[in-house]
């Protein structure tokens, strides 16, 4: 007969099934968003995400990544209420879901929100500069869902919304980075980086164009600099997990330097070649490429499961980054059948993520021993 399981076990799975239902919101988002992606270019999905065609950005971005985010900020804070966070934020996804066009953004602005409280109260317990990079991240999201919910198209909250996503990474990266800590010449150029993107959200609209182009400059510059100084440039010589997560961040940066030069070059004008071939290779590109890297380090903090380095981790990172390529080259030409196609190998790179992951899951439980 097995033996019980140890308090401090049972503890550590109590908390991860307390956690899981949360985290499996964001994740029907993210069918929904990939879905309704899907679907605006001419694919057959379920009706559910095909209805939702209009909200592809919104889901991935605010019903997604909103829920990840919060709830990995949730662990930190380590208090019942900062969980509403991503419970908000997921019940804007059933809103979106169910036709509720007025609800989604008003509960995705109540996530959001108190993601920023829950940051804040991290900032004020830890005062970093990396912590203050993540307060203006989530303030970010705030502000732009905040445009939405007020009537204001999806397209002028992307720009806070990509802030959002690209801040929070870089706040990350600039933790990590105590492990090789940047000059102080260095940390100020950081912070003249970020003032630089601040000013190209907020500058008057009397600027046009030329505010959002501004941000472009600085996302080409926050990617010189992630270049620079992440110690991903060192670990990418090591082997098994520790160089799969370089050679993630390292593509990611480079999608980066790419998706805002696009934009300091052509703005990001709604409907255009420069914006689906900017967010793209910014959210597929950069974004999904840290996810991909940070993944096997986030899942065991929040779930409180293993996951054990698998050479298959790269087989869905090579077909995600080759899905960017093939967007960026069908824009560029205006061919529809190569963005079509894209974005189903994108889809399948996603799919075969999460496969992998649950491949590496269930790889430790059947090693671990049972006990006599």
């Known amino acids: 007969m097995s033996a019980a399981a140890p308090p401090a076990d049972a503890a550590r799975r109590r908390v991860a099934w307390e956690r899981l239902p949360l985290l499996v919101l964001g994740f029907v988002?993210?069918?929904?968003?990939?879905?309704?992606?899907?679907?605006?270019?001419?694919?057959?999905?379920?009706?559910a995400a095909a209805a939702a065609a209009a909200l592809h950005g919104p889901l991935m971005v605010c019903g997604f990544?909103?829920?990840?985010?919060?709830?990995?900020?949730?662990?930190?804070?380590?208090?019942?209420?900062?969980?509403?966070?991503?419970?908000?934020?997921?019940?804007?996804?059933a809103a979106a879901m169910h036709g509720a066009a007025a609800a989604t953004s008003w509960l995705y602005l109540a996530g959001s929100a108190l993601l920023l409280v829950a940051s804040l109260v991290v900032l004020y317990r830890q005062r970093e500069g990396f912590t203050l990079v993540i307060a203006l991240a989530a303030a970010c999201w705030t502000l732009g869902t905040l445009h939405w919910a007020l009537g204001s198209p999806v397209h002028e909250a992307v720009p806070w919304?990509?802030?959002?996503?690209?801040?929070?990474?870089a706040g990350e990266r600039l933790e990590l980075s105590r492990f090789m800590p940047p000059s102080p010449g260095?940390?100020?150029?950081?912070?003249?980086?970020?003032?630089?993107?601040?000013?190209?959200?907020?500058?008057?609209?009397?600027?046009?164009?030329?505010?959002?182009?501004v941000f472009g400059i600085a996302l080409v510059a926050l990617a010189a600099w992630l270049l620079r100084h992440d110690i991903a440039r060192r670990t990418v010589r090591q082997r098994g997990l520790t160089r799969y997560i370089a050679a993630c961040l390292l593509a990611g940066y480079a999608w980066l330097a790419l998706g805002g030069a696009v934009i300091a070059a052509a703005g990001l004008a709604p409907g255009g070649v420069a914006y689906d071939v900017a967010l793209h290779a910014l959210l597929l590109g950069f974004v999904f490429s840290m996810v991909f890297g940070h993944a096997?380090?986030?899942?065991?903090?929040?779930?409180?499961?293993?996951?054990?380095?698998?050479?298959?981790?790269?087989?869905p990172l090579v077909l995600l980054h080759a899905s960017v390529v093939l967007r960026v080259a069908g824009g560029a030409a205006g061919e529809f059948d190569l963005r079509r196609w894209s974005a189903m190998l994108s889809a399948l790179a996603l799919l075969g993520f999460i496969?992998?992951?649950?491949?590496?899951?269930?790889?430790?439980?059947?090693?671990?021993?049972?006990?006599?």
Do not use: N
Request: aromatic residues 12%; glycine residues 12%; hydrophobic residues 60%.
């Open 355 to 372: 496969g992998v992951m649950l491949r590496a899951v269930r790889s430790t439980r059947k090693r671990r021993p049972a006990a006599g």
């Open 296 to 315: 096997p380090i986030i899942f065991p903090a929040v779930l409180r499961v293993a996951v054990p380095y698998d050479a298959l981790f790269y087989a």
């Open 161 to 169: 919304w990509l802030a959002f996503l690209v801040f929070t990474i």
């Open 29 to 47: 988002a993210l069918a929904a968003g990939v879905g309704a992606g899907l679907a605006r270019l001419g694919w057959r999905v379920p009706e």
């Open 186 to 213: 260095a940390r100020r150029l950081f912070a003249g980086v970020a003032a630089l993107a601040g000013a190209g959200l907020v500058l008057p609209a009397s600027w046009g164009a030329w505010g959002v182009r």
């Open 65 to 93: 990544f909103g829920v990840v985010i919060s709830l990995e900020r949730a662990v930190a804070v380590g208090r019942a209420w900062a969980y509403a966070a991503p419970l908000a934020a997921g019940l804007g996804t």
